[in-house]
């Protein structure tokens, strides 16, 4: 049971280049979501998935798009690189979502936009 | 609106010593809350959680929380800390009513362990 995983660890982009950052769970949660972690800002919300099909958008989505095709999977895709996306970025899954749930963390993608 | 309050970005205790990491919420429905940590270059982990049962509770690692209503807290201790523990603490609240699936989220406390 592997978890919430994510790749890369580690990456550096140019101004304008786009990449996705990749999730996956197997642990069957209906919930995922992105986070974004900067420095005295904590942890802010990107995008969100109830469920294969359903996203949503959380309190930071500008420059990020997501989907969700399967349960397992929540590419997040940065369209154009900006420097103020450089942070540090956490995939999260739950059960269902609820907040009573335990949140379940990847080990994060450092992501460096120049 | 709910927020989240961490008092004291950074925290420095000597091995041994009591660990006591602070965090105040304001909520207009009964809260749920949350402590997770942060080891270096990780992801999060639970290490607690109150949802409307005992307002002690115990996580892992030996830190507990304890609800207090009145005082509007959900202050982290654990009696003695050890090197092993130093790492980023987030406190959580739970979001509106309406809104059931969004946490709220303090700063975060770095602790660190003195030997």
């Known amino acids: 049971n592997a978890g919430v995983t994510q790749t890369p660890k580690f990456q550096v982009l140019k101004t304008g280049q786009s990449m996705t950052l990749q999730c996956a769970q197997d642990m069957n949660h209906e919930y995922m979501s992105w986070y974004r972690q900067d420095p005295g800002m904590g942890l802010r919300l990107i995008h969100y998935?109830?469920?294969?099909?359903?996203?949503d958008q959380g309190e930071v989505p500008n420059g990020y798009n997501v989907s969700r095709s399967t349960t397992e999977d929540f590419p997040l895709r940065l369209l154009s690189a900006a420097p103020s996306q450089t942070s540090v970025y956490f995939c999260?899954?739950?059960?269902?979502?609820?907040?009573?749930?335990?949140?379940?963390f990847g080990p994060g993608t450092r992501l460096l936009v120049l | 609106a709910q927020s989240v309050t961490q008092l004291g970005s950074h925290v420095s205790v000597s091995e041994g010593a009591l660990v006591l990491l602070r965090c105040n919420y304001s909520s207009s429905v009964p809260p749920y809350l949350f402590w997770y940590v942060q080891y270096p270059n990780q992801g999060l982990q639970l290490l607690l959680k109150y949802t409307s049962a005992a307002t002690l509770v115990k996580g892992i690692n030996g830190f507990e929380a304890e609800f207090k209503k009145s005082e509007t807290s959900f202050h982290l201790t654990k009696p003695s800390a050890h090197m092993s523990d130093a790492a980023e603490y987030f406190c959580?609240?739970?979001?509106?009513?309406?809104?059931?699936?969004?946490?709220?989220w303090g700063l975060g406390t770095s602790l660190a362990v003195n030997p």
């Open positions: 959580a609240v739970s979001g509106n009513a309406g809104n059931n699936r969004k946490l709220i």
């Open positions: 999260a899954s739950s059960y269902s979502g609820l907040v009573a749930e335990t949140q379940y």
């Open positions: 998935s109830v469920g294969a099909g359903i996203t």
